[in-house]
């Protein structure tokens, strides 16, 4: 059986609920489709000591203040868990859970969601799938003759699990600095690699201030102003109090990025190597777009081509929260609320 709506939303984080609110504001028939089994999207699987980069007020969805978490500036993901459970019951948003999609296909004047637990007809889809389901490892040599322990940022916990280990992490970014300061303050054996010298933002610097510079940038380039440079022109680590801790204490000097994996370990170009008991890749994210496959979408880097939200080859079609090509720090709570508006002023726009 085919069941019909205006809009099918591919997704239940953050994203999915910031368009659900929307598209609840304008009055048109939606239903949220959600592979999860609980609320809270990627959230609720990050490692233990996560933080946000942003004070709770500075990290909210449209429509719903996150609340202060007691005894924390930054609050940690069960609280964002927490929010997001909140804002989809206090809105009523349609999530379904426990629905995987397959597939949207072109069906005439329809999009026709296939999932596992049937078809939907729709007039317009919003995908808003994220990241966190397709980490990304780099191609380093040696990397599958390496015996030891290898995981990504999505399989990490706690630092408990590598006591006694010698541990490498890779990456210079938040979720590199976060882990490495993790196990540092545990006592942990760190080597923490960068392809670059890490480059901390100034400590007064949070979320907040980052959606700002990425608004003002979409907004200089939408002018036709000269480029001035991202928020990576700014630096790539928020210095949340962790990671500053643990910086200022001389815990996290980085060393380059190694050459190349041996059978017990890392080796750098000059020869040098140590012998590691595992290895935590934090070395990002690629959209999670499989779905789309039959429509032929997709484009470099595993981007569809977007005009703001809208899919270029496909109108009917908007991506939600996938990074800056899809709206200024559309991957943030604070700032997907402006996309996911745009977005459902356009399909509202479509239907009429």
């Known amino acids: 059986m085919t069941r019909s709506t205006d809009v099918v939303v591919v997704g239940g984080g953050q994203s999915g609920l910031a368009a659900g609110y929307h598209l609840r504001r304008l009055g048109l028939e939606h239903v949220i489709l959600d592979a999860q089994a ?36 930054y609050p940690d993901a069960q609280h964002v868990v927490d929010y997001l459970a909140d804002y989809e019951k206090r809105y ?40 966190w389901t397709r980490p ?15 995981l990504h940022t999505v399989q990490y ?40 010298p890490p480059r901390f933002l100034a400590d007064d610097i949070d979320g907040r201030a980052l959606f700002d510079h990425a608004t003002a940038r979409r907004r200089a380039l939408d002018a036709g102003r000269t480029e001035t440079g991202g928020v990576a022109s700014l630096g790539d680590i928020v210095a949340v109090p962790p990671v500053r801790a643990a910086r200022d204490a001389g815990l996290m000097a980085a060393k380059p990025m190694f050459s190349r994996l041996t059978a017990t370990g890392v080796e ?19 959209p999670a777009l499989a779905h789309f496959s039959a429509l032929r979408l997709r484009g470099t880097r595993g981007h569809i081509a977007t005009t703001g939200t809208r899919a270029v080859d496909e109108p009917r079609l908007h991506l939600l929260g996938y990074g800056d090509w899809t709206g200024p720090a559309s991957a943030t709570l604070i700032g997907v609320g402006r996309p996911a508006r745009d977005a459902a002023r356009q399909i509202r726009e479509l239907l009429r």
């Open 38 to 73: 609980a609320p809270g999207g990627a959230w609720q699987h990050t490692w233990d000591s996560l933080r946000l980069f942003s004070p709770a007020k500075y990290s909210s969805l449209p429509g719903r203040l996150m609340p202060v978490q007691s005894g924390q500036t």
């Open 157 to 196: 916990q706690s630092a408990v699990e590598f006591a006694g280990q010698r541990v490498v992490v890779v990456g210079g970014g938040n979720s590199g600095a976060q882990v490495a300061a993790d196990l540092a303050h545990a006592g942990i054996d760190l080597i923490w690699v960068t392809q670059r």
């Open 92 to 131: 009523d948003l349609p999530v379904q859970r426990g629905v995987w999609v397959e597939a949207v296909h072109r069906d005439g004047a329809f999009l026709r969601v296939a999932t596992d637990g049937g078809d939907w007809q729709a007039r317009a889809v919003v995908s808003a799938t994220g990241t």
């Open 136 to 150: 990304f490892l780099p191609a380093v040599p040696g990397r599958r003759e390496y015996t030891g322990r290898q």
């Open 268 to 286: 750098w170009a000059d020869g040098i190597a140590a012998d590691v008991d595992a290895i935590i890749w934090c070395t990002g994210f690629r």
